[in-house]
């Protein structure tokens, strides 16, 4: 199972690399069904596994003049404070055990991880049914309130389970900002390397930290940026976010029963 969880790195590297979000959505579940670490502590690896490959493709984008910095701060500067926000003060005070319904205990852990499934579903829903994309960069001022708003909204997303988001940011920037979708995903991995960082860092006295587990897997992770990143210019980018649709779709369906106990 454990090699099974550091080739997993690979797909999300991978997935970054191809299509700027979407992989880092399966490192929470990487982590806690395949190298068995507790999913309050597997939101926290996630922000710096998010944050290290998203800060190597945001520095290809920005050579290749890729990222709209004024996005960046309209967007990540609310993010900055909803992760701040979530992590130092609401995820902490979820108690340990929440309710019992039977025979079902739903703990703090249950809590996160159904939450995460709920999220999958609608992020494949979103990826599966991705439409065609605005080619103007421009961003009015009427939208700079939209921008803040996402950024709240992603910020907690982030704060609380640890997904960097991309398959939330790159719709907003697309349908918000008008970006072009190669602009956007620059953009959306800038946005995401400083807003998962910071939530690492900012949190960081409160966990105790297999730095050796957790420095390999992004290791691992980083080489599948480049991967990806070797092969976006060859794979139409809207067939493969809708195939990777498919496979989170399924993987959220499998959390979700899972975690309800309909499996032992």
Not at 41 to 54: D, E, I, K, Q
Not at 187 to 197: D, K
Not at 224 to 239: E, H, L, M, N, R
């Amino acid at each position: 199972m454990e090699i099974a969880g550091y080739l997993a790195a690979v797909l999300i590297g991978v997935s970054l690399g191809l299509i700027g979000g979407g992989g880092s959505i399966l490192t929470v579940p990487v982590f806690v069904y395949l190298l068995h670490v507790h999913p309050v502590l597997a939101t926290t690896y996630s922000l710096f596994v998010v944050g290290s490959c998203s800060l190597v493709g945001s520095v290809r984008s920005y050579y290749k003049k890729l990222i709209d910095f004024q996005v960046v701060l309209y967007f990540g500067l609310p993010s900055l404070l909803s992760v701040f926000v979530v992590r130092r003060f609401l995820l902490p005070e979820i108690p340990d055990h929440l309710f019992t319904l039977g025979e079902l205990v739903v703990d703090k852990g249950v809590f996160l991880m159904v939450l995460f499934a709920l999220l999958m579903l609608a992020a494949a829903i979103s990826m599966i049914n991705a439409g065609r994309q605005s080619n103007s960069s421009v961003v009015h001022k009427k939208r700079k309130s939209g921008l803040l708003v996402q950024g709240l909204l992603v910020g907690a997303v982030t704060g609380l389970l640890g997904a960097g988001g991309g398959f939330l940011i790159i719709p907003s920037l697309v349908l918000i900002s008008r970006l072009p979708m190669k602009i956007a995903v620059g953009t959306s991995l800038t946005i995401m390397a400083i807003s998962s960082f910071f939530g690492f860092f900012s949190t960081l006295a409160h966990y105790t930290i297999n730095w050796s587990q957790l420095l390999l897997f992004t290791a691992i992770a980083v080489l599948g940026i480049f991967v990806g990143t070797a092969f976006s210019d060859k794979i139409p980018g809207q067939a493969l976010k809708k195939g990777f649709g498919w496979f989170v779709l399924a993987i959220g369906l499998f959390i979700l029963v899972r975690e309800l106990c309909f499996f032992s």
